[in-house]
């Protein structure tokens, strides 16, 4: 299968381990060198509406994609960001 850069970008990227969605593909990195692929970039997501920055890229090698399917390209990886865990809302004056 061919696939162009354009046809890459915006397709979700997931992680097999776990299942978990890392975002959509939103870079490429290229070796001018030698003419290859070197990674996929997933960008950080924004803090605060973007108002206070992004979160740190998370960049995958090119090694870790096992299948670039036509709507998802799954990787082999760990994952890269760890979710946090939801703590349930104890009322408004605190612990019953």
């Known amino acids: 299968m061919r696939c162009r850069v354009q046809d890459?970008?915006?397709?979700?990227?997931?992680?097999?381990?776990?299942?978990s969605a890392l975002g959509c593909v939103n870079d490429v990195e290229v070796d001018t060198v030698d003419a290859r692929v070197i990674a996929i970039v997933i960008f950080g997501r924004p803090k605060f509406f973007g108002l206070l920055g992004r979160e740190e890229d998370c960049i995958?090698?090119?090694?870790?994609?096992?299948?670039?399917?036509?709507?998802?390209?799954?990787?082999n990886c760990m994952p890269m960001r760890p979710r946090r865990k939801k703590r349930p809302f104890s009322g408004l004056f605190g612990p019953n």
């Open 8 to 19: 890459l970008r915006n397709k979700d990227v997931i992680c097999i381990s776990d299942g």
């Open 60 to 75: 995958i090698p090119w090694g870790d994609i096992e299948i670039i399917g036509e709507d998802a390209v799954l990787v």
